[in-house]
């Protein structure tokens, strides 16, 4: 059967479906609340609602894993004691539905040490892996090579987000998803070693960018960005068609291609205002 990758309307996630249907979401950032504290902001933790709202995503779609797509834990390069009691249950209570299959991203280092015992969760390799004929990593490495003879790719880390600025410098910003194509000379550079002409080597694939599902994270505005601006190597080296992206908003609208946004006036890259003089009204900041 065909594969089909489906976002759940207005949610962060994605039903892919092959064999096996996969829930895929990323970018969790378990713990956060911990560092903005630090940083004083005293914010609750949400672990029961982070909960709730994947067993809800389950109830609908009867997944048969679930694909935890990197950074599900926070702080780095230490483990908070938010996230050494939050992520072993937040792990547990997903696992009693389905089998789990996390791709580590920047923030796991060491997450190995708080997966619970006993329960179906497969730790991959940060480079990613093929599952059920689409090819999965986080983003802030290469690949492993075996993912470019996908057809689809699907990555997160970037959080990517779509702002637009009125004239008076106030924002509305959107989680978007991104689809667009990866550009092989990039990958050619990269991997010198490896023939690109043989059959099953390049499979021209599409990549799809997840926004994050911890709405505390930020994000990067894919319409405001170029490459340099992007996270991970197969971003900022220009491995994707950053000009043909297409971004879609949550609930479903296409809004065409980043390029083409670009041109908008409310979705132009701005330069931050330079502070005015004093008692010359001006100085205001965005």
Known sequence: MPIEITPIINEPALIVSNTEKALVIAD??????????????????????????IHKFIKQNNPDRVILLGDIKHNI????????????????????YAPIDIFPGNHDGNIDFLLPKDVDITLHSPRGEILDGVGYFH???????????AEYIITAHNHPIIRFTDALGFATVEPAWIRTKLKCDAFEQHFRSIDFSQTGTW???????????NELCGGVAFNE???????????????????????????GTNLGTLKNL?????????????????????????
């Open 77 to 96: 390069p230490q483990i908070s004691w938010q996230e050494r009691d939050e992520i072993p249950h937040f792990l547990e209570s997903i696992a009693q």
């Open 225 to 251: 960005s170029l490459h340099d601006d992007l996270l991970g190597p197969v971003f900022s080296s220009e491995g994707f068609d950053l000009d043909n992206a297409k971004a879609y908003l949550p609930d």
């Open 262 to 286: 670009r041109r908008m006036e409310e979705s132009k890259r701005r330069k931050p205002r330079k502070k005015g003089k004093k008692g010359k009204g001006r100085g205001i900041k965005n």
């Open 28 to 53: 969790i950032h378990l713990g956060i609340e911990w560092d903005l504290y630090k940083s004083g902001f005293s914010i609750p933790s949400r672990i029961e609602q982070h909960i709730e709202r």
């Open 139 to 149: 983003g802030h490495t290469w690949p492993d090579p075996e993912l470019l003879g």
């Open 203 to 213: 499979g021209d694939p599409q990549i799809f960018i997840v926004p994050a599902f």
